[in-house]
């Protein structure tokens, strides 16, 4: 699976959008671009994913750039309970593998 | 839809002693199961990965004989910590795949063990 780079940590304050970026030059073609967030000393939980078109759930929305090489995860409305620790991960679906994400902070 | 269960979610050994990590998947199905470990600070690292009624595919550097684990049925993998060391200390975490939750990711994880051994 294709490899990731993302940020090691961003601050954001509450209410504003937080904008986390993740590049991933290698990608191929059947590789999708997961997000999930980790909460303090608890599992993984899933935001979004896509293939290469934007998406938008109840959590996020996920911008994909045309060439796939990059994208970025947008929490709309941040909230102190979106502090974690965030991981952009690529894969055809058949294992996830995290890299280090980024630890995003969102302060009052 | 889409819970994993996991227990228990802390535990205290003592060096020596063996310990089991249960892994269920309460509302669906799960061909394929995940054990991750992390260390304080660090991301999560793959062990292994388990498919129901086969043996599991250890990751490099893992050693199969030290941690066991069984995939039994479409519900339950345990991971079975052998002969625990302070060094096993750790948060383990597993996850199950789920084909009809593909819209969600396909991955459902577990809320984590933390293995303390003294």
């Known amino acids: 699976d294709a490899k990731t780079t993302q940020p090691t940590s961003m601050d954001c304050a509450e209410g504003r959008a937080a904008n986390l970026p993740c590049n991933h030059s290698?990608?191929?073609?059947?590789?999708?671009v997961y997000w999930y967030r980790q909460i303090h000393s608890q599992g993984p939980q899933y935001i979004i994913h896509?293939?290469?078109n934007n998406e938008t759930n109840e959590m996020a929305s996920l911008i994909i750039t045309e060439d796939r090489k990059s994208s970025t995860l947008i929490l709309p409305h941040a909230t102190l309970r979106d502090t974690a620790v965030y991981y952009c991960?690529?894969?055809?679906?058949?294992?996830?593998?995290f890299g280090g994400g980024t630890r995003l902070m969102v302060k009052p | 839809g889409a819970v994993v269960s996991q227990h228990p979610s802390w535990v205290i050994c003592k060096s020596g002693t063996s310990v089991k990590i249960e892994c269920r998947s309460l509302?669906?199905?799960?061909?394929?199961m995940f054990w991750y470990r992390q260390f304080p600070k660090q991301s999560l690292m793959l062990m292994a990965t388990?498919?129901?009624?086969?043996?599991?595919?250890?990751e490099q550097g893992v050693e199969k004989d030290k941690f066991l684990i069984n995939h039994a049925s479409l519900t339950l993998s345990t991971l079975t910590v052998t002969s625990a060391h302070p060094e096993d200390s750790s948060f383990y975490i597993c996850?199950?795949?789920?084909?009809?939750?593909?819209?969600?990711?396909?991955?459902?994880f577990g809320s984590g063990t933390r293995l303390t051994v003294v």
């Open positions: 991960i690529v894969s055809t679906g058949n294992m996830l593998t």
């Open positions: 388990s498919n129901e009624g086969s043996k599991a595919t250890y």
């Open positions: 896509g293939l290469k």
């Open positions: 290698t990608i191929s073609g059947n590789e999708y």
């Open positions: 509302d669906f199905q799960a061909t394929t």
């Open positions: 996850s199950a795949t789920n084909s009809r939750n593909r819209d969600r990711g396909g991955y459902t």
